[in-house]
């Protein structure tokens, strides 16, 4: 499209929940060069390595071009037609519940709308969920419960306004790197702005910290119970906040006290210094402007939604939210996680952030579709979630899945089980860009996608803001858009009316449309961007980047949510939820005593079939490691970079030992980037169990247990 041409075209990185502004040179068909968008508010002008390499994992070496069916190469008609026809005899053998859909926080929101739309609005299935699932499900559901809807009060700037920012769960440094570089500049320009870290490891994020707690994994709700118990024992919580924006405060306190007890009795059960404890406590609870991020490092556990819920309470009770530098703040680890969100693409969601027991939803949104005109009728319960779903088509209940842009043959818990499953599965139908990846060979059907530089949408970042993502460059071979694919099976499923867009822009309209239909009074929905309905092409191509809700009275988006001290609750009021901490469900025993924590390292990106396509990326952790604490080490009679196993109930794990004294004893720490196509017996789900929150169903990758022995 820009052959003989020279020209440069915003866009967004595809990679981390900070969503960077990325400028990108265009020579021909060839992206030269990229640089941060000094204008795009998330980074101004900064990226990360991963980032400025963007252009380095790009090329048609190593991308599916062509349509498989059966193992075979073949045009997109035979490939359309036979996927559905296979669809259809499965729906009608087995019922519309007999398929599904997982997606994940790589799509674009319109690629997502399509989907959601589809398979909940007209195959009629409420089985459709995300990889997002594993990321951030748990913080999705704390903020209902509390806020009464899925919103991040905070933004960016908050990190840079606070006096006191906490790092819970998260190791910033390596994982959202350009926030990471913004609290740091902010941190020299106030030097009376404090920051705490809060990880069983002593992660790069340290660096910044003026204190460092290294609790025991799994120990953060009792340690924020403690926290709220402290806050009223010392008189420091903020009654009038209280009394007249919350609801739950004495029943909450109530079990944080029966839970947490004194400060030695936390700091004994949370395994931390009791005087580092307590000086924690007293810069939050003497700070108005405490910021509180959090990750996967919270999320990912059997109790992260009450972990969630433990730090909110603790941001009510001081009345720490809804201002300049203050607030709980989820930050989520894909790019797209919170769009996915918005078009409802978790199973417990119909659309436009409406739950199906949200009074009216199924029948506004399926009067909105006019699904009844096609003869579509919507399910009238959520479906399964990530874990749950696998499940499911292990047990033969789902007999046909479409998995896109994602690896969950790699990346979920328990991965020998989600293959055997995937190996069940009558029919597998997999949207991907790339041709090296796990999943292509549990594939009935394969559909090359488009990928960054290729696709035109938009995605939103970690403080709501809405960006667009934008092409630079042809699809290589038959690649097609995921909306594209999507659509013309909805056509040939005889939902062409419902279907007909022509451009992403058309899709965005229509999302938008949905966010503001019948959105007033009452019950009034937060996610709302109706003021952007009818951007139309243009509009749409020129958009900016902008912080929803986005309506007739905020037609500039809104930077932070709550400044007034009300929420979308029926009684207009936050509520604070008792919390009782409970242990990680994974236990350690004499077969497997060693905790297992797992996560990202700073230059990957998921299972690396992207930046693992950049040598200078690689060089950075080149090959599957396992950090061990020197004595752990000693006693396992392991030396420094010897090659050793570890192995859980239903797998093993290779590695080279690193020995660090970043780690606890006990405790040992793997990247959850390699799969099989890198590196034999190296993927981290191997070694965790498929157990999830009982109220988010994440999953608790964070807390495994292991065994470790020399290779
Ligand atoms: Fe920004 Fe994240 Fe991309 Fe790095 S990976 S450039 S921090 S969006």
Known sequence: QHADTACQIKTTCPYCGVGCGVIASVEGERVTHVEGDGEHPANFGRLCVKGSALHETLGERGRLTTPLVDGRPTDWDTALDTLTARLQVIRQQHGNASVAAYLSGQLLTEDYYVANKLFKGFLGTPHLDTNSR??????????????????????????????????????????????????????????????????????DSCEIADLYLGLKPGSDALLFNGLLAWMAATHRVDTLYVEAHTEGFVEALDMAKATAGDIATVAQACDLDPERLETFYYWFASQL??????????????????????IINCHLAGGKIGLPGAGPFSITGQPNAMGGREVGGLANQLAAHMDYHLPGALDRVSRFWSTQTLAAVLPEAPGYKAIELFDAIERGEIKALWVMATNPAVSLPDAARVRRALNACPLVIVSECVSDTDMLAYADIVLPATGWSEKEGTVTNSERRISRQRGLLPPPGEARHDWWIICEAAKRLGFGEAFGYAHPWEIFDEHARLSGFENEGEGKRLFDISALVGLGHEGYERLSPIQWPVTANAPHGTARLFEEGVFPTPSGRAHLLPV???????????AYPLRLNTGRIRDQWHTMTRTGRAPRLMNHRPEPYIDVHPEDAATYGISDQQLAVLAAPHGRYRGRVRVANAQRRGEVFIPMHWSDVHSREARSGALIEGLTDPVSGQPESKQGAVSLAPL
């Not at 959090?294 to 059997?302: A, E, F, L, R, V």
């Open 134 to 203: 594993l990321c951030m499900a748990s913080a999705v559901a704390a903020y209902k419960r509390s806020l009464g809807a899925d919103a991040v009060p905070c933004n960016y700037e908050d990190l840079e306004e606070a006096e006191l920012v906490v790092l819970v769960g998260s190791n910033l440094a390596w994982n959202h790197p350009v926030l990471y570089q913004r609290l740091k500049v902010a941190k020299t320009r106030n030097p009376l702005m404090r920051i705490v870290v809060i990880d069983p490891r002593v992660t």
């Open 289 to 310: 402007h405490v910021v509180t991020l959090y990750s996967q490092g919270i999320n990912q556990s059997t109790s992260g939604t009450d972990k969630c819920n433990a």
């Open 580 to 590: 009782t901490p409970r242990p990680p469900e994974q236990k350690v025993s004499d």
